[in-house]
């Protein structure tokens, strides 16, 4: 498959190349040149295919033939190897929960995939690759279990000190190996200027081979399809008619991956951006102007984005038609009070417990649904709520027990750099220390 850069559609890339650079010339996204449907036999006898199946029907032509198959059914494989429930909350509303894998969140998916992915393009490098990440929180453990001892390869996390949960602290801090976490005194904006500063370092780039490994790079964007189509087996065989789809939006590589899947053949009803008090595109679509903004501090932090780069990929899909967008896609933004009472109202009355950014996608769900009676849906559980624990207990008035599974992980030490918010520090450390 080809991709060509949003913002300058005369650079062309293979998918080989777009998962090494990430991003193109002036900070592009890259985009494939045709979006490939799905067979209407496969749609249609969905009920028959098997997550891994699923999984490599949702990858294979975006990947070509620059991964031979075998390989590539190993990679997907090893992309959905947990559970991927579609759990009833009540008659309209079920949560397809994203959060069994290793770290807890939806972001171990496309992350799993694009590590191997790398890794398999690398294998023949001599230069050692570092990826270079900045993390408010949930990005950084996905990303470090990921590449967790894949060969070839070094991770370098940034983190904001003091500002992530305790979970996802260890989830960053306690594997070691090829893994290093700087834990930085400043704010994960600072953390992100530092990594970008660092991409743009000569000095940097002539010793290192950086990528990154955030959700504009096509091998992290992609592979969420494949839980859209998951959940639309398991949905048809609880609901006759199509589902309307509500998806926790910060950065909308979530949503533009589901978008993606219709688009090639999945049935839906409609789609919902659910979006925190930064609400840049309930804005648009109400308006039809775009104006971002320094992003606002809320529960779902991970949602805390003033920005959304993955927009641009889903005016593409629609040929930037704002008419056909709005068809399709309804927004809404849900302040941290009512975040607040949706976790409350939940566990009171379904004993269901949702982690904020979860809770975000529910209530605005239910507001789609009082206005359009009859409908029904599901809402993608994008975290569990152990990783958001002081919200979450504030909200039920109870303490949530650590699962089973963490203790191990919380019981290991934590090791970390210490560095301020100064890129000369970041310098010193990736030209010295690694
Ligand atoms: C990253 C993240 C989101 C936002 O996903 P986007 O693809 O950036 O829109 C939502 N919820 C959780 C828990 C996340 O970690």
């Given at each position: ?172 801090t306690a594997l070691g190996e090829n893994i290093s976490a700087l834990e930085v005194d400043g704010s994960f904006d600072d953390c992100q200027n530092m990594v970008k500063l660092a991409f743009a370092d000569a000095e940097i780039n002539a010793k290192l081979l950086l990528t990154s490994a ?57 789609f919902i951006a659910a979006c925190n008090d930064n609400h840049v595109i309930p804005d648009y679509l109400e308006t039809q102007k775009f104006q971002p903004h320094t992003a606002v501090p809320t529960l779902s932090n991970a949602m805390d984005v003033g920005n959304p780069s993955n927009f ?41 417990l949702l982690d904020p950014h979860t809770a975000v996608a529910f209530a605005s769900l239910e507001k789609y649904l009082k206005e359009n009676p009859g409908k029904k849906g599901f809402i993608l559980g994008t975290a569990h709520p152990v990783k958001f624990p002081d919200a979450v207990e ?41």
């Amino acid at each position: 498959m080809i991709y060509y850069n949003l913002k300058d559609h005369q650079e062309k890339i293979d998918f080989k190349n777009a998962t090494i650079k990430g991003q193109g010339n002036e900070k592009g996204l890259f985009f494939p040149e045709r979006i490939p449907h799905f067979e209407e036999e496969f749609i249609h006898n969905l009920h028959r295919y098997t997550h891994e199946e699923i999984a490599y029907r949702c990858m294979k032509d975006f990947v070509g033939d620059e991964i031979p198959s075998e390989i590539l059914q190993e990679i997907v494989a090893e992309t959905v190897n947990f559970d991927i429930p579609l759990v009833k909350i009540n008659n309209q509303i079920a949560v397809l929960e994203l959060f069994h894998g290793p770290t807890l969140a939806f972001k171990d998916i496309g992350a799993r995939f694009m590590s191997r992915c790398l890794s398999y393009f690398l294998k023949d490098q001599n230069k050692k690759v570092t990826v270079l990440v900045a993390t408010s929180g949930d990005t950084g453990g996905a990303v470090a279990h990921g590449f967790y001892k894949l060969p070839g390869i070094n991770v370098v996390i940034l983190y904001p000190k003091n500002r992530v949960s305790p979970v996802q602290e260890k989830q960053l801090t306690a594997l070691g190996e090829n893994i290093s976490a700087l834990e930085v005194d400043g704010s994960f904006d600072d953390c992100q200027n530092m990594v970008k500063l660092a991409f743009a370092d000569a000095e940097i780039n002539a010793k290192l081979l950086l990528t990154s490994a955030n959700s504009i790079n096509v091998a992290r964007w992609l592979p969420q399809q494949i839980y859209y189509l998951i959940a639309y087996q398991q949905w048809i065989q609880q609901q006759n008619e199509n589902p309307v789809i509500s998806v926790p939006s910060g950065n909308f590589g979530n949503i533009c991956a589901g978008l993606l899947a219709h688009f090639r053949g999945m049935p839906a009803d409609h789609f919902i951006a659910a979006c925190n008090d930064n609400h840049v595109i309930p804005d648009y679509l109400e308006t039809q102007k775009f104006q971002p903004h320094t992003a606002v501090p809320t529960l779902s932090n991970a949602m805390d984005v003033g920005n959304p780069s993955n927009f641009v990929r889903i005016m593409e899909l629609f040929g930037n038609q704002f008419d056909a967008l709005k068809n399709t896609v309804s927004a809404y933004s849900v302040n941290d009070q009512e975040t607040m009472n949706t976790i409350t109202r939940v566990y009171q009355k379904y004993n269901y417990l949702l982690d904020p950014h979860t809770a975000v996608a529910f209530a605005s769900l239910e507001k789609y649904l009082k206005e359009n009676p009859g409908k029904k849906g599901f809402i993608l559980g994008t975290a569990h709520p152990v990783k958001f624990p002081d919200a979450v207990e504030k909200a039920i008035h109870t303490s949530i027990e650590i699962p089973g599974s963490l203790n191990g992980l919380m019981k290991k030490e934590k090791k970390t750099v210490e560095i301020n918010s100064d890129f000369e520090e970041l310098k010193r450390f990736l030209l010295h220390k690694i």
